[in-house]
C-alpha cells in the first residue's frame, strides 16, 4: 500500500520546496492535487514543461513520488462549452502526468445531481474522447462519486466504472464521503473488489444523525451537500471496519491522507494522519 498525503493544505509552499517538505512529514508519496501553480481548479493547466521537469527533479531529491494526478474539471457539466472546454484541460494533465512519470490519475464525476441523465451522457461523451488517450499512455483513470456529482451513492458509482469496461478505469472510495454514498462502506469496498485501488483518509461526521437535524441549513430544504475532513478519529467514520475491510479485500492501492481542516496546523495534522494509518493498517495486516 502507498500512504500518499494530498498537500492542498500546504498549497501556499512553494511547488519545488513541496516535495522535501512532504518528506520532511513523512511521507513516501503524495497525490498532486490542483493548485493554482499547476492544475487549478476546473481551469487549463498553468504548469509549463520546464516547470514540470523542475519539480521532478526536485521530487528524485526529496525521495518522493507522486502517487496519483488529481485533475478537477466540468467534464460532465451540462454546458457543451464547458464539456469541450474540460476535454481539453484533461488532455493536457495527462500530458504532464506522463511527463512525471506518473501513471495514475483520480478524479470525480462531476455534472448535475438535478440533470443526473443529462450529466452522464455528458460524461460518456467525454470518456469516449479521452478513454482511448488513457489507454494509449498507460494512465489508469481512478474514479470517485462525489457529494453533489450526477452520481452520489457508492455501489451507483462502482456500477458506472465497472460499466466503462476498461482495466485502465477503476474506482475511488472516499472515507469523509461515507454517509454520502449510503454508508456501508464495507458493501460499497466489498463490491468493488479489485475495481477498488485508491481510498481517501479523511474523518466526517454523519449529516443524517438525529433524525437529520445534526447540521440545519437555511433555508429549509436547501440542497447543500455538508461534510467534512477531518483528522481520523474526530468524526464518525468507523476505521477499523474501514481498515479491516481492505485488509479483507487483499488491497494494494493508494491511500491518500486528504484532510483540509487545520490549515493552521497542517504539518501536525500531516504526521498525526500518518502515524494513525500506519498503526491501522499493522494491525490489520498480522
Not at 263 to 272: I, K
Amino acid at each position: 500500500m502507498k500512504i500518499a498525503l494530498d498537500p492542498y493544505m500546504l498549497r501556499k509552499v512553494p511547488l519545488l520546496e513541496l516535495p522535501g517538505l512532504v518528506a520532511d512529514l513523512g511521507y513516501r508519496y503524495l497525490e498532486l492535487s490542483p493548485r493554482d501553480d499547476f492544475l487549478p481548479f476546473f481551469l487549463h493547466p498553468r504548469v509549463d514543461d520546464g516547470t514540470v521537469a523542475a519539480f521532478k527533479r526536485e521530487l528524485a531529491a526529496a525521495g518522493v513520488e507522486v502517487a496519483s494526478v488529481l485533475p478537477l474539471y466540468r467534464w460532465s457539466g451540462p454546458d457543451e462549452d464547458d464539456r469541450q472546454a474540460a476535454v481539453r484541460y484533461w488532455k493536457r494533465a495527462i500530458q504532464i502526468t506522463v511527463d512525471l512519470g506518473v501513471d495514475v490519475m483520480n478524479s470525480e464525476f462531476n455534472g448535475r445531481p438535478e440533470a443526473a441523465a443529462a450529466s452522464e451522457a455528458q460524461f460518456w461523451r467525454s470518456m469516449e474522447e479521452l478513454l482511448p488517450i488513457f489507454e494509449r499512455e498507460g494512465v489508469r483513470l481512478v474514479l470517485e462519486p462525489h457529494p453533489d456529482d450526477f452520481v452520489e451513492e457508492g455501489i451507483a458509482g462502482v456500477d458506472l466504472v465497472r460499466g466503462i469496461n476498461s482495466d485502465r478505469v477503476s474506482f475511488l472510495y472516499c472515507a469523509p464521503h461515507t454517509f454520502h454514498q449510503g454508508g456501508d462502506l464495507a458493501g460499497i469496498m466489498r463490491h468493488a473488489g479489485p475495481l477498488l485501488t485508491q481510498v481517501h483518509i479523511a474523518d466526517s461526521f454523519d449529516h443524517r444523525g438525529s433524525s437529520g437535524l445534526r447540521y440545519i441549513v437555511n433555508p429549509p430544504g436547501s440542497a447543500a451537500r455538508i461534510h467534512q475532513h477531518l483528522d481520523i478519529g474526530q468524526g464518525e467514520v468507523d476505521w477499523d471496519l474501514f481498515f479491516r475491510t481492505l485488509a479483507e479485500i487483499g488491497f494494494d492501492g493508494i491511500a491518500t491522507v486528504c484532510v483540509f481542516a487545520w490549515e493552521e496546523r497542517a504539518q501536525e495534522s500531516a504526521r498525526f494522519n500518518l502515524a494513525r494509518v500506519t498503526e491501522y493498517v499493522d494491525k490489520y495486516s498480522r
